[in-house]
């Protein structure tokens, strides 16, 4: 399918040029990371099956109401920067069932080392989305979509800020099912793997570690 949305909006754009701001603080950085996400959720969930119709009295008459039908949600923050856009995630969809996968980075060989995963049980009914605010190498983003898929899932989409075009294209040759929804698709990545003009390090950023 390869299928990627990148959001193109005012509000995103306007966004995503003060998270990348070195002058942003931490605290307007979380605040942004939290509102993009929930725009991107937005977006993300366009597809959802809503053809269930309730009867429901308004104050005035019966109407018909349409409900979300099908497969529940269940989100999956990839540890530690996806943490930060949980909250706007789950502003969204309350009801969401939540996932935990614990990857970083080793910073020589770019490749991703799983530390802690903890999924829903009934992950494999459910319509899994990720969360990583960069998608760059793609290598941790394949990782816990693999982790997914072997615990069941058989419907990932991804949820990013910010992503490479390596990162897109690794993820389609190897996931050609996952969509992908970003905010911003950068120029590349630089020799260390960070994404560029990109917004530096996610986690530090957010949490303001170095
Ligand atoms: N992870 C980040 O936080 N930033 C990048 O640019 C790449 C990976």
């Known amino acids: ?15 995503v040029g003060l998270l990348r701001d070195v002058t942003t603080t931490t605290q307007m950085f979380r605040q942004l990371v939290n509102e993009l996400t ?10 959802l099956p809503d053809e269930e119709e309730v009867e429901i009295e308004t104050p005035l ?22 943490m930060g856009m949980l909250d706007g995630f789950l502003s969204l969809i ?21 530390y802690f995963v903890k999924l829903p049980a009934d992950i494999a009914e459910r319509d899994v989305i990720l969360l990583d ?11 816990a979509v693999e982790t997914v898929k072997s615990a069941g ?26 969509t992908i929804v970003v905010a911003a698709v950068d120029r590349g990545l630089n020799e260390k ?14 949490y303001g570690t170095k």
């Open 61 to 82: 008459e019966t109407t018909v109401a349409r409900r979300i039908s099908g497969k529940k949600v269940a989100v999956c923050p990839i540890l530690r920067a996806g």
């Open 153 to 178: 899932a058989s419907s990932v989409k991804l949820i990013a800020l910010i992503a490479a075009p390596e990162g897109i294209a690794r993820i389609h040759r190897d996931h050609p099912d996952v």
């Open 133 to 143: 605010p960069m998608l760059a190498t793609g290598n941790s983003t394949a990782a």
């Open 193 to 206: 793997g960070y994404i560029v003009p990109g917004l530096g390090d996610a986690g530090d950023r957010l």
């Open 38 to 47: 929930l725009l991107l959720t937005y977006e993300a969930t366009k597809t």
């Open 94 to 114: 309350p009801g969401a069932r939540v996932g935990f996968i614990g990857l970083y980075r080793n910073e020589e060989t770019l490749e991703p080392v799983e």
């Open 1 to 15: 399918m390869n299928d990627l949305v990148a959001v193109d909006h005012p509000l995103i754009r306007h966004k």
